[in-house]
């Protein structure tokens, strides 16, 4: 998977980042400037917003280097802030690591008094909150910030700068009739479950993360549980399921070894489908989601560098460098979502209405889900996992 959504990546990057980095720098200068007057006393013509921006640039190129932690797609992460890089010739190092380990470092390192990152940016934001009531994570607003999902932001603190990302239920289409992709495309969850599919089925473990752990208990335990509830997990477990992390059940999936396969995030997904691949997706209803968050470390090393990055990549054209790499829906307000993917008939982009960004916070499924909880135990029963 990551080598096809490197080409991809590599190819629009190549091709486009030089028009998107010009269009960010005068977009940042543009939302710093914005209902500023100009200083009567001054006869540099510059008004103070743009003084400080310049100085701002100044003192972040001296230092000369970003460290950017995260638990997003390392190729993505590496191509997107080559933007920044060309733009301003500031150097960026990602460390990418998941979720938990990301976190378990950047926590260690900061009650170490060790700070490395400039950049902290996780999925997680139970794990962002714990990082902000440390006070690991500093008081800073980009100009662009009101550009993004005020729901998913912490204001003051961080935003949801590289997009969301949604568990789907995707299928092979060179291995179903019309009739099939119609019944998965009605009910995914009910299909996955049919008879019809014994043998070509598979399921992503709950135990891969936090978001897809929530997604099964939504149906069995949570709201949609009057609708599907375990017995709708038992009937896909009867179709002896082939049991493969995302990344992996992306892949069975495009070389036909299964024609269903339930929970794979759909920003592994739109790569394969740009390149051809035999591959359409649904979301369920309900799904469940997520925003990856973007803030600066309180003890950046780096701390103008950090500032400069944070007004770069929360303006629009950031946004939509962020988008032509990762194929994901831009969530800056002021980017249209012009991607090829929107026009196909089969494509429903989530109704986030539908979608559940709270499990993060919710104490029944956090009790339901921990180690001494009983759900992974029930899951782990149902599928016959021991893993």
Known sequence: MDSLHHDMAKELFVKDIRKVAATALAATVLLVTAGCASDPGSSSGETPASAELTELISAAQAEG????????????????????TDEYGISVNVLRLPGSQLAQRFEQEQAAGQAQADIFSIADRVS?????????????????????????????YYYPLQNGY???????T???SADDIEAIQADPVKAAGDPKYSGKVGINMPQSSQQIAALYYDWTEGD??????????EAIAANKP?????????????????????GITDSLEFSYV?????????????????????????????????KLFMEWASTPAANELYTQITGTAPDNSEVEDDRDIVNQDWYTAPDTSQV???????PAFLEASSADGDFLQQWNTVFGYSG
């Open 166 to 172: 949604f568990q789907t239920i995707a299928y092979n």
């Open 174 to 176: 060179s291995t179903l």
């Open 224 to 233: 949609a549980s009057g609708t599907y509830g375990w017995p709708a997990l």
């Open 242 to 262: 082939l049991i493969q992390s995302s990344a992996t059940l992306v892949q069975s999936l495009v070389q036909g070894e299964v024609s269903i396969a339930v």
């Open 356 to 362: 559940w960004f709270d499990f993060i916070s919710d």
């Open 274 to 306: 740009q390149q051809g691949a035999p591959i359409q997706f649904v979301y369920p209803t309900p799904t469940v989601g997520g925003y990856f968050s973007d803030a600066i470390v309180a003890s950046a090393p780096h701390p103008n560098a950090a």
């Open 65 to 84: 280097e970003l460290t950017f932690y995260g638990d997003a797609n390392e190729t993505s992460l590496q191509q997107w802030t080559q933007g920044f």
């Open 128 to 156: 962002m909150d714990k990082m902000v009531d440390a006070g690991y994570i500093a008081e800073y607003t980009p100009a662009g910030a009101d550009l993004y999902p005020a729901d998913q932001s912490e204001p003051g």
